[in-house]
């Protein structure tokens, strides 16, 4: 199973652009890269994912290399919202057609004022 | 749509003592899952289910025990509470679509056991 590395943690202004890193170097050709994010006290909330190619969508966009050993997901414009520990996720496949999501310790996004 | 819907959102339990956590989802889903939550840590998956009268192991299965009797509903049982258990539990579900899902996750409850 592919396994993640992201910081424990990052801080960013209000208003300025959020990267967060992962790193999945031993993924697999045919796994995804997710993103979910988790606001304090609240359950998980899916964000993007992506196989190879760039995403975008309302919330985020999604930065794969082009050997889809790291990732990176950008929040455009931060918000004190946005606020949240951040999980990076490979796809794991488990058996028959259950796709198990495994969720490690993430990186925690203070937005700052 | 109310999404995936857990309870209660709060309990606390004796040692010894047994409790259903109440998991609902009404967006047809097939799949639903229970993960647990510890202080500071991620989320580590109890038990599964691909669908009504199928259920599996995930992880960390010891001490619980879970049943699906319909779409809608995945309850997760503890029969015999002990401290290891205190914890925030999720429920989620999806309806995986070849290859991809995504994991709809209800808003937890938070068990201590003392």
């Known amino acids: 199973d592919a396994k993640t590395t992201q910081p424990t943690s990052m801080d960013c202004a209000e208003g300025r652009a959020a990267n967060l890193p992962c790193n999945h170097s031993t993924i697999s050709g045919n796994e995804y890269v997710y993103w979910y994010r988790q606001i304090h006290s609240q359950g998980p909330q899916y964000i993007i994912h992506g196989l190879k190619n760039n995403e975008t969508n309302e919330m985020a966009s999604l930065i794969i290399t082009e050997d889809r050993k790291s990732s990176t997901l950008i929040l455009p414009h931060a918000t004190l919202r946005d606020t949240a520990v951040y999980y990076c996720i490979v796809r794991v496949h488990s058996g028959g057609s259950n796709y198990k999501l495994t969720f490690g310790k993430g990186t925690l996004l203070t937005v700052n004022p | 749509n109310a999404g995936v819907t857990q309870t209660p959102k709060f309990r606390i339990l004796k040692i010894g003592q047994s409790m259903t956590l109440q998991c609902t989802q009404d967006?047809?889903?097939?799949?639903m899952y229970w993960y647990r939550q510890d202080p500071g840590m991620g989320l580590k998956l109890i038990y599964y289910?691909?669908?009504?009268?199928?259920?599996d192991k995930g992880e960390v299965p010891n001490g619980y025990n879970v049943s699906r009797s319909t779409t809608e509903d995945f309850p997760l049982r503890l029969e015999l509470a002990a401290p290891s258990q205190t914890s925030v539990y999720f429920c989620?579900?999806?309806?995986?679509?070849?290859?991809?899902?995504?994991?709809?996750f209800g808003p937890g409850t938070r068990l201590t056991v003392l």
């Open positions: 289910s691909v669908g009504a009268g199928i259920t």
């Open positions: 967006m047809n889903h097939n799949y």
């Open positions: 989620a579900s999806s309806y995986p679509q070849r290859p991809t899902d995504t994991q709809y």
